[in-house]
């Protein structure tokens, strides 16, 4: 599983669907499974902010502004 399948069930297991949550809350629950998953990443903070403008582009997320997102898929 790549870190974005991973990043993307951590969101949708934690947030649903159609719910607005911020990046702190994103990091507050991913950060932990991440440091498991990859436990050789200094910084789960970029790799985050890099996996959700992924999951952005492809469509499933919305960045509402301000630190707040928006799973749509």
């Known amino acids: 599983m790549t870190t974005v399948e991973r990043l993307c069930e951590i969101?949708?297991?934690?947030?649903?669907?159609?719910?607005?949550f911020f990046l702190e809350d994103i990091y507050k629950f991913a950060i932990p499974i991440l440091s498991i998953t990859n436990p050789n990443n200094?910084?789960?903070?970029?790799?985050?902010?890099?996996?959700?403008?992924?999951?952005?582009?492809?469509g499933r997320l919305v960045f509402v502004g301000g630190g707040?997102?928006?799973?749509?898929?």
């Open 11 to 20: 969101l949708s297991l934690t947030f649903g669907v159609g719910n607005i």
């Open 42 to 58: 200094k910084t789960p903070d970029a790799l985050i902010r890099r996996d959700l403008q992924i999951i952005r582009d492809s």
């Open 68 to 73: 707040k997102y928006l799973l749509v898929s």
